[in-house]
């Protein structure tokens, strides 16, 4: 009884020698994989990979002497100011507790309301527009990099779409560059690793039509809300006079506010400074931000050869496998066949 135990144990050294014995049929079937693998590899070529890596190019100098004018006015209007809040003006009538002074009528427009343009400012506005989701999700799905119809549903073709996003990105190609002296201005690259060159190509090539359109309609709604903020500014400060002038006894100080109100009705600072802005590119069709520079993109190309020797490997290593197991399995229920007790 005990023998017949023993017997029945499985032994290491059975499974060696199984092995070992069969080693000529273990080998056929691990060359027979790889064969076949190579020939389907072969027959059916991968599709070539790319690292892809375009240039973002801020505007040039010349392009940027174009916001000179409408910065300078800026500026001046800044300077006008400071020298307002730190004078000490007297107030239009000594009986309203300094509440309403001659620098509201003159100091109407509030100059950090608008932001100077420049070529760093443009080229940031760009790349956040790069970053925003929405608009390379457009591009994905007008290009149609990822087929709809291979996913199951729109959850599935979504989570493609983020990972692809993903893959994009924004690289520094040239840190820290001198810019008017003192300030430093990073410039950036695109990356992703891609199959297809002219729809890459074509890809950038709307990317960088629509953001430039997105900072340009930024620009302009952003300047014509500070118009319009200002404008409200100007309505209750004329709202405020009449409030005094209806309330004020002494002659003199009625006029003086009469006075003060008809400035402020006659001021052009406002349209002075719409007047500035409308010669600024940002009206033009040909207004730039930044540009992807798309014919200058570099493709290196990625190395395939050893995807595909990685790929032999590993099925040559896993028809190795197998056939070990199911050979040993085989052999092993062959050999103990016998000591399993029949059902009567």
């Given at each position: ?27 056929l079937v691990v060359f027979f994989?790889?064969?076949i693998t190579y020939f389907l ?80 400012i443009l080229y940031n506005l ?219």
């Amino acid at each position: 009884m005990v023998k017949k135990q023993k017997d029945t144990e499985i032994n290491i050294k059975d499974i060696f020698s199984i092995i070992f014995s069969n080693k000529l049929k273990i080998s056929l079937v691990v060359f027979f994989t790889i064969i076949i693998t190579y020939f389907l590899q072969y027959n059916n070529p991968s599709t070539p990979e790319f690292l892809a890596v375009t240039k973002i190019k801020p505007i040039s100098q010349f392009e940027e002497s174009k916001y000179k004018s409408y910065n300078n006015y800026l500026k001046s209007m800044a300077e006008r100011n400071n020298i307002l809040k730190t004078s000490s003006l007297p107030s239009l009538k000594e009986n309203y507790s300094e509440t309403f002074k001659i620098n509201n009528v003159f100091n109407l427009v509030d100059d950090s309301f608008f932001d100077k343009i420049d070529k760093k400012i443009l080229y940031n506005l760009f790349l956040t527009k790069l970053i925003d989701t929405k608009i390379i999700d457009n591009a994905i799905k007008k290009f149609n990099f990822l087929n709809k119809e291979k996913y199951k549903n729109n959850n599935e073709y979504a989570s493609a779409i983020s990972i692809m996003k993903s893959s994009i990105k924004l690289l520094p190609w040239q840190s820290k560059v001198k810019y008017q002296d003192e300030e430093l201005i990073n410039y950036f690259t695109i990356e992703m690793r891609i199959d297809n060159k002219d729809e890459w190509k074509k890809f950038l090539l709307y990317i960088n039509e629509i953001l430039n359109l997105e900072v340009k309609d930024y620009l302009n709604e952003s300047f014509y809300k500070s118009i319009e903020d200002q404008e409200d500014i100007e309505k209750y400060i004329i709202e405020d006079i009449n409030e005094l002038i209806k309330t004020e006894k002494n002659i003199s100080s009625k006029e003086s506010l009469l006075r003060n109100k008809l400035l402020i009705e006659r001021n052009q600072e406002l349209d002075r400074l719409k007047k500035v802005f409308q010669k600024t590119p940002i009206i033009s069709d040909n207004f730039s931000s930044a540009a992807i520079l798309t014919e200058s993109t570099e493709y290196k190309a990625l190395n395939l050869e050893n995807k595909k020797y990685k790929r032999l490997f590993v099925n040559g290593f896993t028809s190795l496998i197998i056939s070990i197991i199911l050979l040993v399995f085989v052999e092993l229920h062959r050999k103990y066949k016998s000591y399993i007790p029949k059902k009567y």
